[in-house]
């Protein structure tokens, strides 16, 4: 339901066409320019529904390329769709165009399409997911200049704290989209999962229309987390201790068998 269909595509007269799905509402960054920096519990609402699309394209090996504000169209009954797949590489695709050109756009770019990288994967689309939350609840991108300057600010310059441009963005929040826009995609979310759950504590825990149970349902999210990672945790210290209680059998085990040989080499000597 957040992905804008397209129902054809073809060529009349030399031209080329396609009919897509009519939405009936702006785009987010029209919302931005017009309204000003959106309320941090909507923005992330938006965000989530934007982070099922990444997830959907990736398990059909699909990176769209070009995740910004003006590519998220929000509908008068807040449905966001994901538009606009002109840059979209299916699998591991070149990341860069025929022409050498870097494809997307510079105030948007993940730091690997900067660089003209080839293996992109759905953490691309989460750092520029991350820079368009940025946007959202911000009122403008992390970092202005000219394209050469973005893109270099993109690849090598410090993460801004969204914070510094609107309190109201609270601390929880500012943290997961400054792990969203990690330079190094190892340290972003790994998975879209880990970052739907995160967005959707700190919206709960943040928005001040919530009731109760809402806050206390976060406060559940965020306990549950917690004891998810402990186990982790858990199960990596149990699966070192066996490991080296295994390590510590073997050595036994060798040293019964070199004790027993001992006492048989003993023996030998001692009936000479």
Known sequence: ???????????????YYFSMEFVDGRTAEE?????????TGYAVGITIQIAKVINYL?????????????????SKDDIAKL?????????????KGQDDTVLGTPEYISPEQAMGQRDLDFRS????????????????????GTSRMILTKHVRGEVPDPRELNKNVSRDLAAVIMKMMAKNREERYQSVEELIEDLTIARMSEDPSADDSMVGRAALLAAIKKEKMLTRKYQEELKETLAKL?????????????????????????IR
């Open 58 to 74: 990736w398990e059909n090996n699909v990176v769209h390329c070009d995740i910004k504000p003006g590519n998220i169209l929000i």
């Open 125 to 144: 689309d989460i750092y520029s997911l991350g820079v368009s939350l940025f946007h959202m609840v911000t009122g403008r991108p992390p970092y202005e």
């Open 246 to 270: 295994k390590r510590d059998r073997l050595l036994l085990i060798l040293l019964l068998v070199v004790l027993a040989l001992s006492l048989v080499l003993n023996a030998v000597f001692l």
């Open 1 to 15: 339901p957040n992905l804008i269909t397209v129902y054809d595509v073809g060529r009349e007269d030399w031209k």
């Open 83 to 95: 538009g606009d797949f002109g840059f979209a590489r299916i699998g591991l695709e070149l990341g």
């Open 31 to 39: 919302i931005v320019d017009k309204d000003g920096p959106m309320e």
